[in-house]
């Protein structure tokens, strides 16, 4: 082969190889601009203000909806959620959240040229960042504390879904106040059936905190088995309570947690169904939700739940009575990760 032929093979491989690279960018461009696009039929939304300060009555969530404003924090009254919900102009995106007395939590990804890392971002009631700590996997959950104080979040550092056993969780709660962080809850001693306990598969996800700044509730797995735990923040201690509990939500009056029960039966990659517990009782009851949630709920009020389910935009938030009584209604499309200020 002449010099010449070669240089002509290694023209047309570049310009084949650069057609390919231009269609990849036109594609992803076409992709991007679709996304930003608001589809007809789809949730109002408007950019205004969105303010994490309590008492407003407000329900804020990240919006889902196809258009300029997705992924974004947004707000609406909690009487009326279906109405046009104002999104931040602050443009503070997230893939998990939540909210309470003026303190947020954004767990968000952060894009890099070769890969995304995930951050998170503590928030005050104007949304300015206060704090930034790195978050090791995919976010997953995110709570605040009732008084403000304390924020936690769930990431997957290995696999990506509760439904099988192939997964690794790594939970870490930060104080806002002086930033402490405890990267991992690992780091606590397990008291199990009243005995201390250890195991090189312990996981823990999905935080809930108590209304005194001190003890907090979270799911542990170990042995293929999964426990409601309490924790104490000061003696560094998670205690066993309850078996078959994932994604503990405490209620507003602290005596009850609303939670995703495994039930024997269902398909393995859909096993979950609404329960409530009673602390002082552990008796629990079933809400009327029939399908499978994937989701830490949360309680709108002393008597309902709020959680998401797989939408046409992504997801979907529904209710249901916490009393077992009632059916499952939709009650906001395009959204989720709410918070009730």
Not at 72 to 80: C, G, K
């Amino acid at each position: 082969m002449t010099t010449r032929s070669r240089v002509t093979i290694l023209l047309a491989a570049v310009l084949a190889l650069a057609a390919v690279a231009t269609a990849a960018i036109l594609h992803a461009s076409a992709r991007a601009d679709r996304r930003d696009r608001a589809r007809p039929g789809g949730p109002a939304v408007t950019a205004g203000q969105v303010r994490l300060t309590p008492g407003g009555h407000r329900l804020v969530f990240r919006n889902m909806a196809w258009g300029p404003h997705r992924d974004e924090l947004a707000t609406a009254p909690a009487a009326a959620p279906a109405a046009t919900r104002t999104a931040t102009r602050s443009k503070v995106k997230c893939l998990r959240f939540y909210a309470s007395s003026g303190t947020g939590i954004c767990l968000q990804a952060v894009h890099g040229t070769l890969a995304d890392t995930y951050r998170a971002t503590v928030l005050d009631a104007a949304l300015h960042a206060k704090a930034h700590y790195p978050v090791p996997g995919i976010p997953s959950r995110a709570r605040v504390s009732p008084s403000g104080r304390y924020a936690a979040w769930t990431a997957f550092v290995g696999g990506d879904s509760y439904a099988g056993t192939n997964f690794s969780t790594r939970t870490a709660i930060v104080d806002t106040a002086t930033g402490k962080l405890t990267p991992t809850l690992e780091a606590y001693e397990i008291v199990k059936d009243g005995r201390a306990y250890r195991a090189a598969d312990a996981n823990f996800w999905g935080v809930t905190f108590a209304a005194d700044d001190r003890h907090f509730y979270a799911t542990l797995a170990t042995h293929g088995k999964t426990y409601l735990v309490r924790g104490d923040l000061r003696t560094r201690t998670v205690t066993t309570l309850h078996t078959n509990v994932e994604c503990p939500s405490l209620s507003p009056d602290g005596t009850r947690i609303a939670y995703k029960k495994r039930v024997a039966g269902l398909s393995p990659d859909a096993p979950w169904r609404l329960y409530v517990l009673d602390l002082a009782t552990s008796r629990e009851t079933p809400l009327a939700e029939t399908r499978s949630v994937d989701d830490q709920a949360v309680w709108s009020d002393d008597r309902h739940v709020t959680y998401a389910l797989p939408g046409d935009y992504g997801a979907d938030l529904y209710t249901v009575p916490a009393d077992g009584t009632g059916a499952a209604r939709r009650l906001l499309t395009a959204a989720v990760s709410p918070a009730y200020l």
